[in-house]
């Protein structure tokens, strides 16, 4: 089965990450559990790709220097700094601008009543710590806004990186053939002698798609141990499962350029922690007796799909990505 041979390490990858979530999240499955519990089980539950890679290392390719294979896998800052350093940037101030631009999107377009002046929503949520609290709801807002920009991407990029030196780190770059991460059946043969070193070359659209959509589909797949519970769209129940899997593709498509473009996990670190931060927090500026629906609504409904597809096609087209060969 050289097939099976080739990609075994694709299959031990996604073993111990599937397998893992799974373990982890088992107690969300066999009784009661509280919101808290939830939590803390989705936390620990986004280390489980990194096991995966690290899995791959050992077992697969336990002649490969770990410094080697963290340079492959890119956990430097890649190998122009000046790319790397506006993207890390970009990924920390850019995906709040996204995230407002579809709540206000979503409020133009009627499928979301925004509540600036009131934020029923949010004192709803804050419910009776409200009366504890000696600020105004609008500061307390304003302060978690800046606190959700600014310094939440840092502490979330310490879980957020146990799912990215996974799906992005390691598993796009190897659907992608990255020779620093795809097993050789069979030595490559030696360029003659006075022949150039080939240098980066640019992986055509064919070939980059199909390897993005997977990479964002296994993703949105690993998530199902909390996406069947409703996580995320809470009204949705098990469909949930299967609306995450969209925005799992096309968001994931953003943080792979990142990837890809940089050379390092970094930026798409800093992307993943941000978005994890200030998504919920932006549609609690809904109304109260009319929640916004999450499906619809906001970054990760339809209408954030459509800027992050339209934003996806933008960057793709004008800065194409690149891998040595």
């Known amino acids: 089965m050289p097939v099976i041979r080739r990609h075994s390490d694709v299959w031990l990858f996604l073993l111990v990450a599937f397998g893992a979530s799974w373990l982890i999240a088992s107690p969300l499955w066999t009784g009661p559990f509280s919101p808290v519990a939830f939590q803390l089980t989705a936390l620990v539950m986004m280390f489980t790709p990194s096991l995966g890679v690290l899995a791959v290392w050992l077992v697969r390719r336990r002649g490969t220097p770990f410094k080697e294979w963290a340079r492959a896998t890119g956990l430097t800052l890649g190998p122009d700094r000046s790319t790397t350093a506006p993207l890390l940037v970009a990924a920390l101030l850019g995906v709040p601008v996204l995230v407002a631009l579809a709540l206000l999107v979503s409020a133009a377009v009627g499928v979301v009543r925004l509540d600036v002046a009131g934020l029923s929503l949010y004192r709803e949520q804050l419910g009776a710590a409200l009366d504890k609290v000696p600020l105004d709801p609008r500061v307390m807002y304003a302060l978690q806004v800046v606190q959700g920009v600014l310094i939440a991407p840092f502490v979330n990029a310490i879980p957020a990186f146990g799912e990215e030196w996974g ?159």
Request: with cysteine; proline share 10%.
């Open 167 to 325: 799906w992005r780190g390691w598993l796009l770059p190897r659907l992608l053939g990255d020779p620093a991460l795809t097993p050789a059946l069979t030595p490559a043969p030696a360029l003659a002698s006075g022949s150039p070193a080939q240098g980066p070359a640019k992986w055509r659209p064919a070939r980059v798609w199909p390897a993005v959509v997977l990479s964002g589909v296994i993703w949105g797949l690993w998530h199902a141990p909390l996406t069947l519970k409703g996580y995320n769209y809470p009204a949705l129940g098990a469909w949930a499962a299967v609306v995450f899997i969209g925005f799992c593709v096309i968001f994931g498509a953003l943080l792979g350029w990142l990837r890809l473009r940089s050379r390092s996990v970094w930026p798409a670190v800093i992307a993943h922690g941000s978005i994890n931060a200030v998504a919920g927090q932006a549609l609690l500026l809904g109304d109260a007796d009319a929640p916004p629906n999450a499906a619809l609504a906001g970054i990760t409904g339809i209408v954030g799909w459509v800027l992050l597809a339209a934003l996806v096609l933008a960057v793709y087209r004008l800065r194409p990505v690149a891998v040595p060969r």
